[in-house]
């Protein structure tokens, strides 16, 4: 079992940035490719980016690549993902995710666990 903790959620103005942050609790983090996902209200979750074990891969959704870089730190078991340039369409409640494979992967349905989300709002 491993429980993903994330943080670093909030309201910012358009072309600001956030960091967000995912803890894990499972000692062999390499192990796990993580990814981040977001959903907005009405809408379907969306793929964000995704990090290999050993963070050597990565690769983001159209939507936000060239403004998103997602990096992890597994010395302290935690994913993060920088957000700069923001847009009112990045609104949503951000996921982690835990994928029981070191391969990354865009598909939800892949992964395995789940954090309880943080929001993300983007004013104009």
């Known amino acids: 079992q491993v429980q993903l903790v994330e943080s670093g959620g909030g309201l910012v103005q358009a072309g600001g940035s956030l960091r967000l942050s995912c803890v894990a609790s499972r000692r062999t983090f390499s192990n796990y490719a993580m990814g981040w996902f977001r959903q907005a209200p009405g809408k379907e979750r969306e793929f964000v980016a995704t990090i290999s074990g050993l963070g050597v891969s990565t690769y983001y959704g159209d939507s936000v690549k060239g403004r998103f870089t997602i990096s992890r730190d597994n010395a302290k078991n935690t994913v993060y993902l920088q957000m700069d340039s923001l847009k009112p369409e990045d609104t949503a409640v951000y996921y982690c995710?835990?994928?029981?494979?070191?391969?990354?992967?865009?598909?939800?349905?892949?992964?395995?666990?789940w954090g309880q989300g943080t929001q993300v709002t983007v004013s104009s």
């Open positions: 995710a835990a994928r029981g494979t070191m391969m990354p992967s865009p598909t939800p349905r892949e992964y395995d666990y």
